[in-house]
């Protein structure tokens, strides 16, 4: 149990879909993120929030939209995503914003068909 | 341009050598931190370093953060197969920043 739990580990959709990620954590951080990890990339970050609230948007594209209801829960919403969007899209929490230890999920390993 | 480059890119060794993986970036960070990533799973934070210089050790692992804070280095001991896996480090160039990862040093250790 690592305290962060992403949902589902594995989605294939087509390109016309709409589906969501859902990444939640127990351990009473303050600061959670969605990172994308492609193969031969560095983790690329896409989303911050701080407090419930975005921090920092990284010129994602608006086919991505992050949902932050509380500190516990944070989801990425997926429309008429391109085969490129395929990756392991990992959710990470920390006790704030800033270069504090992050505790990783686990990943959703995003297949776009 | 990446802020922080990684060496070796991959690196496979027999169990009981020893190695040393790099970090190193034209940037001074606030802090950095390394993270063991296994086949199928999330980033595992390994530790943290806040100030030039400082080394620090787990088990088999030694981690320095280097004087001027722009690079780092992870030297394993006697390593095991157990220890095969991506290797990331990672900045925080402000206090209130979001970290930036390498791309990782893959490493694989056979028996």
């Known amino acids: 149990e690592t305290g962060v739990t992403q949902t589902p580990r594995h989605l294939v959709m087509g390109m016309t879909n709409k589906k969501s990620l859902k990444c939640e954590q127990h351990l009473g951080h303050n600061a959670m993120y969605w990172y994308k990890q492609s193969a031969k990339k560095p983790l690329e970050l896409m989303f911050v929030?701080?407090?419930?609230?975005?921090?920092e948007n990284n010129s994602v594209p608006s086919r991505f939209s992050p949902e932050c209801p509380n500190s516990s829960h944070l989801f990425l919403h997926l429309h008429t995503l391109q085969p490129e969007d395929s990756a392991l899209y990992l959710c990470?929490?920390?006790?704030?914003?800033?270069?504090?230890?992050?505790?990783f999920g686990s990943g959703t390993r995003l297949t776009v068909v | 341009t990446q802020l922080l480059e990684q060496s070796p890119q991959f690196l496979s060794i027999q169990e009981g050598e020893n190695l040393t993986v790099y970090c190193n970036s034209s940037s001074v960070f606030s802090s950095l931190q390394w993270y063991r990533q296994e086949p199928g799973e999330g980033p595992v934070l390994l530790v943290t370093v806040v100030t030039g210089g400082e080394v620090k050790k787990l088990k088999r692992l030694t981690f320095q953060f280097g004087d001027a804070r722009k690079d780092s280095s992870l030297h394993i001991t006697a390593a095991q197969p157990g220890d095969t896996g991506l290797y990331l480090c990672a900045g925080a160039l402000n206090s209130g920043y979001a970290l930036n990862f390498g791309k990782g040093t893959s490493l694989l250790v056979t028996p």
């Open positions: 929030y701080n407090f419930k609230e975005q921090t």
């Open positions: 990470a929490s920390s006790h704030r914003q800033g270069g504090y230890g992050y505790t």
